[in-house]
């Protein structure tokens, strides 16, 4: 798939999104639990990913990818993946994917500790990413007191274009004005939810802005889930190739944009 996404679909960077909490469910028994369930499965699946795309010539984000801070996990989780990938400088690491209701006193903490210890095992001075507080919509709140002594690190904003508009680029304008790095490492067109109908106006809005700033977009998502913003159908094969029958609304859009 990541392959395929390179190749056919011209991506230079993917996100794996590994799941850090529960998602097993009595009444979905397919479905694995994250990274503090299974933390051997979840490192297989991200390996594959983070391979391909080193394979690919292209970037891979390594998403720790919770609404809940969970910092002894979080120091393993990053701990395995940096030894992995000492040598590799396409890899970049989000410490934190949308935190909800952490304050941003306690997500500096969190963040410095993890910046040190990525930077201690890395021979390459990676990339990292660190989300802000509420759903990564609070980058004023970074911008006002940001993490100090590092010149590798960026803070993701997130956007749905269907709930988030001109509000939320106003925020990112201030931070940019400030001086703070902006990286959107999620968005889509629909609601903040992941469903509902997209608002095209406004993802174009979003679209134009961002490529005026010279900002990192990354869409969500890479699956055939029922909702809005996966881009394939169920049909859809793991490995592709994907002709446009199972492609998704969301899936066309994306890869015309792209």
């Not at 993917?14 to 933390?39: C, L």
């Not at 793991?238 to 994306?254: F, M, N, R």
């Amino acid at each position: 798939a990541v392959h395929r996404l390179a190749e056919d679909w011209g991506v230079s960077v993917v996100r794996a999104a590994i799941g850090a909490d529960s998602h097993a469910m009595a009444d979905n028994p397919g479905i694995h639990d994250g990274y503090m369930g299974e933390p051997d499965f979840a490192l297989e699946h991200l390996y594959n990913v983070v391979d391909a795309a080193i394979e690919s010539g292209i970037y891979v984000i390594v998403d720790w990818h919770s609404h809940v801070l969970h910092a002894a996990e979080a120091r393993e989780f990053f701990t395995n993946v940096a030894t992995r990938y000492a040598d590799c400088p396409n890899v970049i690491y989000e410490l934190y994917n949308e935190p909800v209701d952490d304050s941003w006193d306690s997500l500096k903490s969190y963040a410095s500790e993890l910046i040190a210890l990525i930077d201690g095992i890395s021979k390459v001075h990676p990339l990292i990413l660190m989300g802000c507080p509420h759903w990564d919509q609070d980058i004023q709140l970074a911008a006002a007191d940001p993490i100090e002594g590092y010149d590798n690190l960026m803070y993701t904003v997130h956007f749905y274009a269907g709930t988030h508009t001109k509000w939320l680029r106003d925020r990112c304008d201030a931070a940019l004005d400030a001086g703070i790095p902006v990286f959107i490492s999620e968005c889509a067109a629909c609601e903040a939810s992941g469903d509902g109908p997209m608002d095209m106006e406004s993802w174009k809005e979003w679209s134009d802005w961002a490529s005026s700033k010279g900002l990192s977009m990354l869409t969500w998502s890479i699956s055939d889930k029922a909702e809005t913003c996966s881009m394939f159908t169920p049909e859809a094969s793991s490995e592709g190739p994907w002709t446009d029958d199972v492609l998704k609304p969301w899936g066309a859009i994306v890869k015309e944009w792209l």
